[in-house]
Each structure stands twice: as structure tokens, then as C-alpha cells.
């Protein structure tokens, strides 16, 4: 079965300082990859997306994802992160790799910036 | 425009007792999803509309578990003789008609949190 694995359940940075998030999935076929943000007390919310052309993707507030294919991986990055970016992040891939059907989530990151 | 509304924000309720849940999707918008969010447990899938039908429900965890979608826009989640285990943020999700813009993305309601005492 498709799964989506988050190597980090929580991560603790300092701000200015670098972000990577892993992220892996388990599907062989065309796959659309997504990366959801989850602010306290917010809902899920869209960061950015890839499905199709140029493996790199940007996103909002500076955020930046990868997707290398031989890989299976869509790591999320962002160059330096600031204290308003704590919050949980989830990556997801769309099960049937097209444009409907359900995501499948990882397990999520919980990342917290120090002030 | 509106995003994805979900009633009630809270719910609490016994053990043994049904409770149903609702999601209105972003107007326009031809599929609806839930999940389940549990804590450490991530988002789990549980059943995805297209119109009316459900082509896929497999991620129901047990028959006490039913949905429906009217008019191809309002959903309710029925959840029967509720359990503890039940207890978690039930999230609904729509997306539009298949797009080179949309391409599978989901537009997340605020979710229930329901718990089961």
C-alpha cells in the first residue's frame, strides 16, 4: 500500500537557522506531492505543490520543496526560518497520482522556532 | 469566497451514543473527503466523495461509521454508538473539478474535535 514516512516528528531550531523536513513515499506511479501546513489553532493549509515540470517548487512564505523522483522524496526547505513559522507540517501524496482522490498523509513534523 | 465550514467546532458526547457531523464544501467544488486527525496519528482517510457516490470508502474503520452527501454539496459523517477510541479532529475536505491549476489540491475545513467520554 502507498504510504507517505516524515523522518522528524519534532524539530526545534532557533530562528535564522536552516530547515529541511524529510519526506518519502512508497508510490512507483505518477504521483502529485503536496506539503500542508497546520498553524496553532488554525486548519491545514496549502504550502505549496508539485505535478508536474520543474522538481523544484516554491511556496509561500519562502518556503521550497524538491522533488527528486529516483528518490521518492519531496523534502521541504526554507533557507532561514522565522518564529511565526512554528507550526505542524504534513506531507501528502495523491493516491491515484491525478487530479482526484484522496491524499495520503505522513504522520506530520511538529517543527518549533525559538525566538 | 467561503472556505470549507464544518458543525459543530466541538462535540462531546457519551459512550455508546451517535453522533453526526457535518461539512459544507466550497461551493462549486465536485469532491468532498474526511479524515480523521488523531494525536501522533496523523491525518487518516476515511471516505471520498465525487457528486453523490463514494467511489471510495475503504478507509471507513467500521460499519459504524456512514456518510452521505446531498445534492452534491453538503456531507454529514454518521458515527454509531460511539466508542473512546472515536475521539479525535475530524476534518473534511473539497476540491474542484480536475484542473491543470487544481491538480488534487484540497481545501481543508476547521474540523470537529470530538470527544467520546
Redesign the interface.
Known amino acids: 500500500a502507498q504510504s507517505v514516512s516524515q523522518h522528524n516528528h519534532h524539530v526545534i531550531l532557533s530562528e535564522a537557522a536552516s530547515l529541511e523536513l524529510g519526506c518519502n513515499y512508497s508510490y512507483g506511479g505518477t504521483v ?1 506531492l ?1 506539503w ?1 501546513v497546520q498553524y496553532p489553532g ?5 504550502l505549496l ?1 508539485y ?1 508536474s515540470g520543474d522538481p523544484l517548487v516554491k511556496g509561500i512564505k519562502g518556503f521550497e520543496a524538491e522533488f527528486i523522483k529516483s528518490k521518492f522524496s519531496f523534502n521541504l526547505r526554507k533557507p532561514s526560518v522565522q518564529w511565526s513559522d512554528t507550526a505542524e507540517y ?1 506531507c ?1 501524496v ?2 491515484y497520482g ?11 513534523t511538529k517543527l518549533s522556532v525559538k525566538p | 469566497g467561503a472556505g470549507v465550514s464544518q458543525s459543530p467546532s466541538n462535540k462531546v458526547t457519551e459512550k455508546g451514543k451517535d453522533v453526526e457531523l457535518r461539512c459544507d464544501p466550497i461551493s462549486g467544488h465536485t469532491a468532498l473527503y474526511w479524515y480523521r486527525q488523531s494525536l501522533g496519528q496523523g491525518l487518516e482517510f476515511l471516505i471520498y466523495f465525487q457528486g453523490n457516490s463514494a467511489p471510495d470508502k475503504s478507509g471507513l474503520p467500521s460499519d459504524r461509521f456512514s456518510a452521505e452527501r446531498t445534492g452534491g454539496s453538503v456531507s454529514t459523517l454518521t458515527i454509531q454508538r460511539t466508542q473512546q477510541e472515536d475521539s479525535a479532529v475530524y476534518l473534511c475536505a473539497s476540491s474542484p473539478m480536475p484542473s491543470v491549476a487544481s491538480n488534487g489540491e484540497q481545501f481543508f475545513g476547521p474540523g470537529t474535535r470530538l470527544t467520546v467520554l
Open positions: 502529485n503536496f500542508y488554525q486548519h491545514l493549509q496549502l505543490k505535478f504534513f501528502a495523491n493516491k491525478g487530479s482526484q482522490g484522496n491524499l495520503i498523509f505522513g504522520k506530520g
